[in-house]
């Protein structure tokens, strides 16, 4: 398994100081853009800076001190805050000013840079996937991608264009993605495992996030057909990580009609206000206006929120019968918006999942 597997948080920290709120009782010195990138070789002028006194007020910055928490990554004037990109990666821009410090991000690409947006996928045998890659290029022209297997196995197939097939129940074993143009090439690698439920336990998935905030996280998977409060029956899953107890994140997806086959289906949006609620009439798990999904995340000492915006969906590839229910596999995508930053398009995350996961139907009304 690669170091992506897990918890990864390249923004969590920097998004957390940066909150959009600016009437909290403290000063705060707000970095705009949020998050920008570059190529290596690239500069870029300094970031624009707003203070907001502790009643929220917007007063002079007066002078502000700049430093990068990564130096092989991007560096920066400590007096003018112009930023250089030298390496790959990801820095951290600090502004000083007034007693106080903000933070933005600074994503750092090479000339010709390769992510598999979805680097771990989970499969039932006699699935497909297809493989998502983002692909960023300085010079002129369009960059070829295929995909390989580094070795010969029989868990998995892999056509060129990234189409991956479930054979047999095994790994996590790797698939290498390859971009070149010109004399410039490089690769990534990402993983497949093929999984087969007997029982209503053990589900397993993989979620990525990428905007203003960073996330590639294995999680546990639970799929649920229950009836609403109106008896209607509806769809639930959960992609969700524990620490002990404690649920810390989980991606939910809920539809208006339970899953009885394969299909796909749409995630439309909900509003912060819609999806946390603390009146019980307007939940959005017994009362859903919509079919809708949520990121959550616990941190050390703050949490972060994500809704859905239009436009999502879920695809169910398969659904199997096993012992006291059913196992389904599938994926799903969606955009989501950031609750602490809901009006800023910077805000926005990308929410990309595989699954297999046990299917279980109850009778019990949704409370």
């Given at each position: 398994?690669?170091?992506?597997?897990?918890?990864?948080?390249?923004?969590?920290?920097?998004?957390?100081?940066?909150s959009?709120?600016?009437n909290?009782?403290?000063?705060?010195?707000?970095?705009?853009?949020?998050?920008?990138?570059?190529?290596?070789?690239?500069?870029?002028?300094?970031?624009?800076?707003?203070?907001?006194?502790?009643?929220?007020?917007?007063?002079?910055?007066?002078?502000?001190?700049?430093?990068s928490?990564?130096?092989?990554?991007?560096?920066?004037?400590?007096?003018?805050?112009?930023?250089?990109?030298?390496?790959?990666?990801?820095?951290?821009?600090?502004?000083?000013?007034?007693?106080?410090?903000?933070?933005?991000?600074?994503?750092?690409s090479?000339?010709?840079?390769?992510?598999?947006?979805?680097?771990?996928?989970?499969?039932?045998?006699?699935?497909t996937?297809?493989?998502?890659?983002?692909?960023?290029?300085?010079?002129?022209?369009?960059?070829?991608?295929?995909?390989?297997?580094?070795?010969?196995?029989?868990?998995?197939?892999?056509?060129?264009?990234?189409?991956v097939?479930?054979?047999?129940?095994?790994?996590?074993?790797?698939?290498?993605a390859?971009?070149?143009?010109?004399?410039?090439?490089?690769?990534?690698t990402?993983?497949?495992?093929?999984?087969?439920?007997?029982?209503?336990?053990?589900?397993k998935?993989f979620?990525?996030?990428?905007?203003?905030v960073?996330?590639h996280?294995?999680?546990?998977?639970?799929?649920?057909?229950?009836?609403?409060?109106?008896?209607?029956?509806?769809?639930?899953?959960?992609?969700?990580?524990?620490?002990?107890?404690?649920?810390?994140?989980?991606?939910?997806?809920t539809?208006?009609?339970p899953?009885?086959?394969p299909g796909?289906?749409?995630i439309?949006?909900?509003?912060p206000?819609?999806?946390?609620?603390t009146?019980?009439?307007?939940?959005p798990?017994?009362y859903?206006?919509?079919?809708?999904?949520?990121?959550?995340?616990?941190?050390?000492?703050?949490?972060?929120?994500?809704?859905?915006?239009?436009a999502?969906?879920?695809?169910?590839?398969?659904?199997?019968?096993?012992?006291?229910?059913q196992?389904?596999?599938?994926?799903?995508?969606?955009?989501?918006?950031?609750t602490d930053?809901?009006t800023?398009?910077?805000?926005?995350?990308a929410?990309r999942g595989?699954f297999?996961?046990?299917?279980?139907?109850?009778?019990?009304?949704?409370?």
């Open positions: 398994m690669t170091k992506r597997h897990g918890f990864l948080a390249a923004l969590a920290a920097v998004i957390a100081a940066c959009s709120s600016t909290t009782g403290t000063a705060q010195l707000v970095l705009a853009p949020l998050v920008d990138s570059l190529f290596i070789g690239d500069t870029a002028p300094a970031l624009q800076v707003t203070y907001y006194d502790a009643s929220g007020n917007i007063q002079p910055a007066g002078t502000v001190t700049w430093s928490n990564a130096t092989s990554v991007a560096q920066v004037d400590p007096v003018t805050g112009k930023i250089h990109a030298v390496g790959a990666g990801t820095a951290v821009i600090s502004a000083a000013a007034n007693g106080t410090t903000g933070e933005a991000l600074v994503a750092v090479r000339l010709l840079d390769l992510t598999i947006l979805l680097d771990t996928v989970y499969l039932m045998p006699g699935d996937f297809t493989i998502p890659v983002s692909v960023r290029n300085k010079a002129a022209g369009t960059p070829t991608v295929w995909f390989t297997i580094p070795a010969s196995q029989a868990i998995f197939n892999i056509d060129s264009a990234g189409r097939s479930g054979i047999a129940a095994g790994g996590p074993l790797p698939f290498i390859h971009a070149a143009l010109g004399l410039d090439t490089i690769a990534d990402g993983w497949t495992e093929v999984v087969v439920l007997t029982d209503t336990t053990g589900g998935g979620f990525t996030i990428y905007g203003s960073t996330r996280v294995a999680a546990s998977e639970r799929a649920l057909n229950y009836p609403r409060a109106d008896l209607s029956p509806a769809f639930r899953l959960r992609s969700y990580v524990t620490q002990g107890s404690t649920t810390v994140e989980a991606v939910i997806l539809l208006m009609d899953v009885t086959a796909s289906f749409v439309d949006s909900i509003s206000s819609e999806a946390f609620t009146d019980p009439a307007r939940s798990v017994c859903p206006p919509r079919p809708w999904g949520t990121w959550s995340a616990l941190f050390s000492t703050f949490r972060l929120d994500a809704v859905s915006r239009p999502g969906h879920l695809g169910i590839t398969q659904v199997k019968p096993v012992t006291g229910g196992a389904i596999s599938g994926s799903y995508a969606f955009f989501g918006q950031r930053f809901y800023d398009p910077l805000g926005g995350v929410i595989t297999v996961a046990p299917l279980i139907t109850t009778t019990s009304t949704c409370k």
